[in-house]
């Protein structure tokens, strides 16, 4: 059974002026966002995108671009309690649950 | 005894890029390292120095490792020395394969080799695996480039190619490791037991090879550490009940205290096993799509269960307050499970946040304020 999150919020974004058809995004993608249509990308399955980065860091034209960073809510709060970025804590503090 | 003479002509010792040029004797605290890590069955002779050469077979340590690592045990502290191993017997055409350093992704991926003759490059991912380190940046573009250099792989292999995981590609711009190394990455499968059936195919991944799944094994396996994690503010409720019921009932038998205060925690541990345990475990059949709200959803069913069943004698007030305090933890412990989904965004989660942890602390404080309420009035 596919799960499906919520619609509309990803910032996953692609030029389609900058785009030269490499494939290298339908590579990468672990979720099938991408489709080559007549020698350019297209996305196909927006909110499936998990914002994982893969795309966008693998786009030699940077025509993909997308806010990357862990869908994670203890790394946020505990990236927020320490003023700091969304993190899983190294430390070993926090790092109860996430990437895993 | 043999074992470890072999680790100390390997080419790479620890995480001190200085110490790693040319040969280098490891010190015993990293050989220790070594042979707790994995087995060490040879090594292998390259023009850039001896390589070590590991098993395939996992063995009972393995196993028992990975299993304490589910649990959260020793789980931030579970890697192997990063650098270049060989599997079987590879020589300079062989293809290289590329790793982190977190022992469970290793193991993964070693265990699929047998009979294989190829390289495998293990990066320094500081303990964490792929998709973490490379959605962090460890596995990441810079180390990759780094470790080519350090392992001196131009000198081992003729080609110029490697594969990666592709769930490495958030960290790695391949065109950038051209360009740097002059080595073309190529990404392979998402899961390491695709890995062969991969390089049969002649380095071509179908669809599902490409696709990350979260069915309901792959769920299971990571509720251990949300249990784990529920434990600590679980233990401190208890602690918490029975000073309470110390308070109120300190002239009853130790006994009839101990058992009032386990039956008080009860609604409490289902609570945890529900939002640890159980929303992981249905996530696809729980409706709605924010795992805060499906917490609620199973938190709330579960209280409504112990109080319609457990409770005979039910006071509003006090099943207000339990209505109002416990299906909120559950659903804190479910939102927790973002981290381990392999589907949530990061818009998403903190979309859902939004709206979630207000709607958590409100809910509980009128609980808690409810709660004293009741026992200013009628006692505990």
């Known amino acids: 059974m596919k799960q499906r999150y919520l619609k509309n919020v990803v910032t996953l974004e692609l030029d389609p002026g900058k785009c030269i058809g490499c494939g290298m995004c339908l590579e990468v993608c672990p979720h099938q966002v991408f489709r080559l249509e007549s020698?350019?990308?297209?996305?196909?399955?927006?909110?499936?995108?998990?914002?994982?980065?893969?795309?966008?860091?693998?786009?030699?034209?940077?025509?993909?671009?997308?806010?990357?960073?862990?869908?994670?809510?203890?790394?946020?709060?505990?990236?927020?309690?320490?003023?700091?970025?969304?993190?899983?804590?190294?430390?070993?503090a926090g790092s109860g649950t996430g990437c895993g | 005894m043999e074992d470890s003479n072999k680790i100390q002509a390997a080419p790479c010792c620890g995480t001190d890029n200085s110490k790693n040029k040319g040969t280098c004797t490891c010190t015993l605290s990293n050989m220790d390292t070594v042979k707790s890590a994995f087995p060490i069955i040879g090594s292998i002779n390259?023009?850039?120095?001896?390589?070590?050469?590991?098993?395939?077979?996992?063995t009972f340590q393995d196993i028992l490792d990975t299993w304490k690592a589910r649990w959260d045990i020793n789980r931030m502290d579970y890697r192997i020395l990063p650098g270049l191993y060989a599997v079987g017997l590879p020589d300079s055409k062989s293809p290289v394969l590329?790793?982190?350093?977190?022992?469970?992704?290793?193991?993964?991926?070693?265990?699929?080799?047998?009979?294989?003759?190829?390289?495998?490059?293990?990066?320094?991912?500081k303990g964490i695996n792929v998709w973490c380190a490379a959605g962090k940046g460890t596995f990441g573009t810079n180390e990759l480039v780094n470790r080519i250099a350090l392992s001196r792989l131009a000198e081992v292999v003729a080609h110029r190619r490697l594969i990666l995981p592709q769930l490495g590609a958030p960290g790695v711009a391949a065109h950038e490791v051209l360009r740097l190394s002059g080595f073309k990455v190529v990404y392979g499968p998402v899961r390491a037991a695709d890995i062969v059936k991969?390089?049969?195919?002649?380095?071509?991944?179908?669809?599902?090879?490409?696709?990350?799944?979260?069915?309901?094994k792959d769920r299971l396996v990571l509720t251990p550490v949300e249990l784990t994690g529920a434990l600590k503010p679980a233990l401190i409720v208890l602690g918490l009940l029975l000073i309470i019921n110390i308070i109120f009932h300190g002239s009853l038998a130790v006994f009839q205290v101990l058992s009032r205060t386990l039956t008080d925690f009860l609604p409490f541990l289902g609570t945890a096993i529900v939002g640890a345990f159980l929303v992981p475990a249905l996530l696809p059949y729980i409706p709605g799509r924010a795992l805060a709200w499906k917490g609620w959803l199973l938190g709330l069913l579960w209280i409504g269960a112990y109080l319609w069943f457990l409770i005979p004698s039910r006071n509003w007030m006090h099943a207000s307050a339990y209505l109002l305090i416990l299906p909120p933890l559950a659903s804190y412990l479910a939102m927790n499970f973002t981290g381990a989904t392999t589907y949530t965004s990061l818009s998403g989660v903190l979309t859902e946040m939004k709206v979630a942890i207000p709607a958590q602390i409100i809910s509980v404080g009128l609980g808690v304020l409810l709660l004293i309420a009741k026992w200013t009035v009628l006692g505990p």
Request: some cysteine.
């Open chain 1, 39 to 92: 020698g350019k990308a297209q996305m196909d399955n927006r909110d499936g995108c998990m914002e994982c980065g893969a795309c966008a860091r693998n786009c030699p034209t940077e025509a993909v671009s997308v806010r990357a960073g862990v869908g994670c809510a203890a790394a946020i709060i505990f990236g927020k309690l320490r003023g700091t970025a969304p993190c899983c804590g190294e430390s070993g």
């Open chain 2, 46 to 58: 390259t023009p850039a120095g001896i390589v070590p050469q590991i098993a395939t077979r996992l």
């Open chain 2, 98 to 125: 590329v790793s982190a350093n977190y022992k469970m992704s290793f193991d993964r991926l070693r265990q699929e080799l047998g009979g294989l003759n190829l390289w495998i490059l293990v990066l320094d991912t």
């Open chain 2, 198 to 216: 991969y390089l049969n195919n002649g380095l071509k991944a179908d669809t599902g090879m490409r696709e990350v799944r979260f069915g309901f």
